[in-house]
């Protein structure tokens, strides 16, 4: 499939979607769980995932206007680094209001994170292959949100959940 890329850069976002993926997938497979460990209920746990939608969505309306005026490369790597101290200070947190920020900026830096690898994708593909390289980008995302979940069980099978989101950091870190 990647023999039709030749561009080393669209191959970089790949492998990067890749690692970023892997990380969502650790944290989406913990995230209610630790929730559930500091005692939220469901609806609690239910409304941070909204706080996490509308970071989603107030971080996509200047978006466009983000990447125009600093680049796209650099609105990524700051959002990178955004997504993995989210996740990161996210298992030491336990007050709602410290978990709510935190889930804000997760969400807000994940949209940024999306909206920047398209971009670069997009601007670097010939017209006739653009619907192909932004199918090999869903599969790579995919292939983490698959292998993410299961890295997660193995590292909370062996340490504490804590180390989880500390390599899923890590992944987007990377």
Known sequence: ???????????????????????????????????????????AI???AAVF??????ASVPMAALVQRF??????VVSLAGYAAC???????ESGAAISAARF???ACSVA???CFETVLLRRAEAHQKAYVMSL??????????VGPLLAKGIVAFAPMRMAFLASSALAAA
């Open 113 to 115: 994170t999306w909206v």
């Open 87 to 93: 996740v990161g200070v996210f298992p030491f947190l």
């Open 1 to 43: 499939m990647l023999a039709r890329v030749k561009d080393p850069a669209t191959r970089l976002v790949y492998a990067a979607s890749l690692l970023v993926g892997t990380g969502y997938g650790i944290s989406i497979a913990l995230t209610a769980l630790r929730l559930n460990a500091l005692g939220f209920g469901k609806p």
């Open 71 to 76: 680049s796209a490369k650099t609105v990524l």
């Open 105 to 107: 900026f997760d969400g």
């Open 53 to 58: 939608a509308a970071g989603i969505v107030l």
């Open 46 to 48: 239910g409304s941070l």
């Open 137 to 146: 980008y869903a599969v790579a995302v995919a292939l983490g949100y698959l």
